[in-house]
Structure formats: C-alpha cells, structure tokens
T-cell receptor, first 114, second 110 residues
C-alpha cells in the first residue's frame, strides 16, 4: 500500500539554525499538509498546500515557516531560525482531493532543538 | 474555537470489546476520523464517517455518530493485544484542516 515517507526520522539542531524537514507524499495525491505535535499536547494543523501554493495556514505558521514542492515528488517544511519551542514531532500528510478524502500521514520527524 | 475531547486512558481484557469516545464542537464538520498511533509510528487512518451517517462498520470496527450530541465513538470488537495504541479522533473544518483530540491510550491485558 502506498505511503507517505518522511526524512529524517530524528533531527537535532542548535537553536537559531535553519532546518528542512522532507516528505514524499503518496504519488497520485494532490493536497499536502504539515502538522506538529509537541510532547504531551494535541496534534496541531500547520499548513495545507495545493497547486504550488498555500491553501490554509494556522496561527502557528508564522514567517519563520515556509513550505515548498521543489520537484515532482518532495514536499518540504523549512523553519528559518529555530527556537526551543519548535521542538516537536512534525507529521506530513497527503490526500487525493480536498474535502472528504482522508489524509494519510507519514511516521513523522522528531525535531529536537538544543 | 473548535475543540475535540477524548478520555485519556482505557484498559480492557483481550477478547472484550473496547469503546473509545470522543466529543467535538464544530457542527459544520462533514467528516470525522479515527487514527491509530503505535509507539514510534505515525498516524494510521483506521476509518472515517460522513456526518450524514449514524453508523459505519468495517470488520471489527464500528463507528457510531450522534450528531445531535456531537458524540463519536469507536468500538473494537474482540480486542487483541495488537490493538494497544493511542487512538485519535479528528474532525475536519474550515476546508480540510483536521482538529484532533488528545488521544486515548488503549491498553489490552492478556
């Protein structure tokens, strides 16, 4: 069964450094998402992306964050200048269409900011 | 704003049925989802239900939706030790943004 893959599984970065999290969505999916889960808290929506532009974003997704689909397969989340509070599990998801079709999630990247 | 609530913990014996409950606040949600998370793994989609349905059955899983009370439940029949995991309910709102509950940790005792 096709799946969403994320790399790396664990990323350790110094505060203030830039980090890029990578995702390969399911190949025939058109909508892509990032969520995060801070330890002990709920999974939170960050951003959705379609047709090479952001569809929706939450309050969390401020100017420090950006997303990109650099080629036909990858979908990336960049955090420009990381803060301690960015430490979390980041999940990528994709879906075939927008409303109704379920989102399929990757295994996540655990980001640790030192 | 939208909120989804679940109880934190459920313990059952192997072979019994498990019922995991969820309440949500957004009456405009069109779909509600159940995801399973095993240790160290991502969110695995288990099942989902359209808001105009009351019930959906998929093998050992039964989803019940009470739209009036904004209550969703997931019943797992003949629960196995492999069902031990965290179960998240989620609703979609404002397009396809998912709002998740905090997760229910299901422990299955042999």
């Amino acid at each position: 069964e096709p799946e969403v893959t994320q790399t790396p599984s664990h990323q350790v970065t110094q505060m203030g450094q830039e980090v890029i999290l990578r995702c390969v969505p399911i190949s025939n999916h058109l909508y892509f998402y990032w969520y995060r889960q801070i330890l002990g808290q709920k999974v939170e929506f960050l951003v959705s992306f379609y047709n090479n532009e952001i569809s929706e974003k939450s309050e969390i997704f401020d100017d420090q964050f950006s997303v990109e689909r650099p080629d036909g397969s990858n979908f990336t989340l960049k955090i420009r200048s990381t803060k301690l509070e960015d430490s979390a599990m980041y999940f990528c998801a994709s879906s075939e269409v927008f409303e109704g079709q379920p989102q399929h999630f990757g295994d996540g990247t655990r980001l640790s900011i030192l | 704003g939208e909120d989804v609530e679940q109880s934190l913990f459920l313990s059952v014996r192997e072979g019994d049925s498990s019922v995991i409950n969820c309440t949500y606040t957004d009456s405009s949600s069109t779909y509600l989802y159940w995801y399973k998370q095993e240790p160290g793994a991502g969110l695995q989609l288990l099942t989902y239900i359209f808001s105009n349905m009351d019930m959906k059955q998929d093998q050992r899983l039964t989803v019940l939706l009470n739209k009036k009370d904004k209550h969703l439940s997931l019943r797992i029949a003949d629960t196995q030790t492999g069902d031990s995991a965290i179960y998240f309910c989620a609703e979609n709102n404002a397009g396809n943004m998912l709002t998740f509950g905090g997760g229910t940790r299901l422990m299955v005792k042999p």
